[in-house]
């Protein structure tokens, strides 16, 4: 089930590179678009998260990422999910309630994990999966693995004591863990400037004498960039980072927004400062792709995500019977 | 047969050390339990045998180290983690029921979370209302959690070795009370395990049957056999798991004895004791009751602190005494 494309290295370093992390966030930006459309069709229910304009952090961290290093995910996380190589085709018979999603049906978009690709999961609890990134760090660490963990979250989740207290741990065990903040702007609708008294988030590092970095989120070479250092140093014994992604996000917080906290001016300037847009103009820059190429590229996006919806849309619904018995996991 | 007298705690211990020289991946983590030895001796020894990396002293941080539990069972170990209050598990609550207990169901059964929460409660030192407390109904309205309440030593080492075994999450509950005194019985040498979701019969007698939970079994077996001189035959059930939970026993005894009594040391009110009252009153057993049944609980109020407010809260051998005569006396 794992994506044959997955490939670690910096998105500039070659064609195979620029063209890998261009797919990625088209898959993405595609991924969302369709969720969204299912959503308008009613063909999907419960609620949906969507992280259109923030594809370059999933794309940028897990370009540095072996397949089995891991990774823990939040309530907006289908992003996460695919750069780290899930199966697209599985994930959206989740979000339509299919025996063959990923939870058979049992979890929806919240709640994907795969454990071929080390996606230990998203999370419905505002930095539920940091203290649970730590610990697989610490196991990373006593059995001597030599694999790194990647908590990705958002800015609300700075503010929870979870985050605090895995952040602590992690500095006085120098665990090989990496804290990527997504700053998408707002935690729902409170703006991180009501949120917080910093201007950078990642100075919450400092007050555990962890690294705190802060990069333009959208672009996807300087997440790279600074997820590869961090990624280094975790592996190396050095202990974490706390990196944070500066990004926005162009759609409500759930499908019960109504925007009522900014501006469409606001929303505007960020869709100009969009990930893709820029990093094409950077591998045109450098000559890596063409236009022709970069177009199928996005072609290639659109073409996966669509056959994905049609075979999810023809599988068979998850089932009410044996709910009881897959509380526990058997006894053997 | 061995005729060892151990103590809740030399058996928690000896069961936890069993568990580690067995498998590699089984390691205890908590406050203050490396050099101090725990907050009640229980690890006593075990930082001197074991090292620091499989007795890991955490900061006050109950959510975050819990959570580092739920990674690291995750990512392939078996943590053992000690809260050293079970009050304090409200602190961890996050974790606990929202993630351990959840994610082998919500996420699709792909991952699993092999972990032992320890935590001792009850009343009975003057630690007053936030030390003091039966919580063992926090969390068996948890569905994905096990919850495990020894009465006795020798129940206790083979119930933990089980629950170290098993790959779910389980909440093992000691009570404060039981760490320093012998129990009623000698403790085996070796690993032999006692299977969870088995109740068991510590006391048998034909005029009532008595249901009770961690330290109010003790009670109760004192109960039965200051009433078997007084010509009284009483039964009493320890179900010691309380989830998953056996209600055969009770069915047969109830039906054989014909009255029940239920005792717990938690407050009456939601108690987990009423389960157990709830199932007789919708099981076989209803037909052959000949008395109304009997619940002798905790008051409804948070645990005070001066011994003989304290001692006024949660019932004492005089109190299931009294309730035990009367039931059997009045309902002929």
Known sequence: ?332 | MSDRMLTMAEAVREAMTIAMEERPEVFLMGEDVGIYGGAFGVSAGMFEKFGAERIIDTPISELGYIGAAVGAALAGMRPIAEIQFSDFTAQAMDQIANQAAKIHFMLGGALHVPMVIRAPQGSGTGAAAQHSQIVENWFTNVPGLKVVVPSNPADAKGLLLSSIDDPNPVVFLEHKLLYKTPGWEPVPEGASRIPLGVSRVVHTGKDLTIVATGIMVKKSLEVAEILSAEGIGVTVIDPRTLSPLDMTTTFDSVESTGRLMVVQEGPSHGGFINEVIAQVAGSRAFGSLKAPIKKVAGLNIPIPYAPQLEKAAVPQVEDIHAAAIEIVRSWR
């Open chain 1, 1 to 332: 089930m794992v994506s044959k494309e997955l490939l670690i290295g910096h998105p500039l370093s070659s064609r195979e590179h620029a063209k890998h992390a261009l797919l990625y966030m088209w898959k993405i930006r595609k991924f969302e678009e369709a969720v969204e459309d299912l959503f308008g069709r009613g063909m999907m229910h419960g609620t949906m998260h969507l992280s259109v304009g923030q594809e370059a952090s999933p794309t940028g961290v897990c370009m540095t990422l072996e397949l089995t290093d891991q990774i823990t995910s939040t309530h907006r996380g289908h992003g996460h999910c695919i750069a780290k190589g899930a199966d697209l085709t599985r994930m959206i018979a989740e979000l339509l309630g299919k025996e063959i999603g990923y939870c058979g049906g049992r979890g929806g978009s919240m709640h994907i994990a795969d454990v071929e690709t080390g996606n230990l999961g998203a999370n419905g609890i505002v930095a539920g999966g940091i203290p649970i990134a730590t610990g697989a760090a610490l196991a990373s660490k006593l059995m001597k693995k030599g694999t790194v963990v990647v908590s990705f979250f958002g800015d609300g989740a700075l503010n929870e004591g979870a985050f605090h207290e895995a952040a602590n741990m992690a500095a006085i065990w120098k665990l090989p863990v990496i804290f990527v903040c997504e700053n998408n702007k707002y935690g729902m609708s409170n703006s991180t400037e009501k949120a917080f008294a910093l201007e950078n988030l990642a100075d919450r590092g400092l007050g555990y004498g962890i690294p705190g970095v802060t990069v333009d989120g959208n672009d996807v070479v300087a997440v790279y960039e600074a997820a590869e250092r961090a990624v280094k140093m975790a592996r190396d014994g050095g202990g974490p980072t706390l990196l944070e992604c500066v990004t926005y996000r162009w759609k409500g917080h759930s499908r019960s927004d109504k925007n009522l906290y900014r501006t469409k001016e606001e929303i505007d300037e960020w869709k100009s400062k969009e990930p893709i847009a820029k990093f094409m103009s950077l591998i045109l820059e450098k000559n890596l792709l063409t236009q022709e190429e970069m177009d199928s590229v996005q072609q290639q996006a659109t073409d996966e995500i669509v056959s994905a919806v049609n075979e999810s849309v023809k599988a068979k619904s998850a089932e009410p019977a044996g709910l009881e018995a897959a509380v526990f996991r058997a006894v053997l």
